[in-house]
């Protein structure tokens, strides 16, 4: 929500997903002697996880919890291999942790690389905010399939208009493109429309404030990755 870090040098969102063994080495170098960085005790990386592999030279503590398909970036055989070989190293280092936010990712891992790492879900409880809807809007998670976008409101106009209801959605993105709880927590509802297994929306924090939450079942979600490809 607005606190990624600004101003690094040698990696950025040009080569940030694509880093090779040359951008890796420059950064080790550009921040070996850094205050701030000599002041770490663990980095930790969760999405993508391959960015862990900047972190590798540090010799320090890596915390990984893949948040979606670990492989991203690395889709090349020989570059998802050495990811591979960086999530067993972690695995078995004592000071390390390799883990996943939700169960489908953890098996995932488990499938690809024989590795069970540790299921930690997203934690939500230290949020304060309360459902109180001031706002008429329902606010729709972002669809990140152009087609499936136009579809879906197009459908929603003719409901909503065959029917004479006083339904408004709104894409939540285009009310806020940085948002508070508290802002989820000011409308009527949300509908969420899945782009991958783990709801990167954080579902669970907005069922924690008692927002209402229309999502789709088992078999809508299959016809979404059938007809529009969604992950």
């Not at 940030?16 to 205050?35: A, N, T």
């Not at 280092?93 to 996943?100: E, F, I, K, N, T």
């Not at 930690?120 to 329902?138: E, G, I, M, V, W």
Request: proline share 6%.
């Amino acid at each position: 929500m607005g606190t990624c870090a600004k101003h690094l040098r040698v990696i950025g969102s040009d080569n940030g997903m694509e880093l090779g063994k040359d951008v890796i080495r420059q950064f080790y170098e550009s921040y070996k002697d850094d205050p701030a960085m000599r002041s770490v005790t663990a980095f930790l990386c969760t999405l993508p996880v391959s960015m862990c592999e900047a972190f590798v030279p540090f010799n320090k503590s890596i915390v990984i919890i893949a948040s979606i398909r670990y492989e991203q970036g690395r889709g090349e055989p020989d570059r998802w291999k050495a990811l591979n070989s960086l999530l067993a190293s972690v695995s078995r280092d004592p000071r390390s942790v390799l883990a996943a936010n939700n169960l489908y990712d953890a098996k995932y891992i488990e499938y690809f690389t024989g590795l069970r790492p540790l299921l930690l879900p997203n934690y939500c409880a230290y949020l304060s905010d309360s459902y109180q809807p001031t706002r008429k809007q329902f606010l729709v998670s972002p669809i990140h399939n152009t087609e499936l976008y136009d579809i879906f409101f197009a459908e929603f106009d003719n409901v909503v208009m065959k029917r004479g209801l006083n339904l408004v959605l709104f894409p939540l993105r285009e009310m806020y493109p940085q948002y508070l709880y508290s802002d989820l927590a000011s409308h009527r509802g949300i509908v969420y429309i899945p782009y991958q297994a783990c709801l990167l929306l954080n579902i669970g924090y907005v069922k924690l404030i008692v927002v209402p939450v229309y999502q789709d079942n088992v078999d809508s979600a299959i016809c979404l990755y059938a007809c529009f490809d969604i992950p």
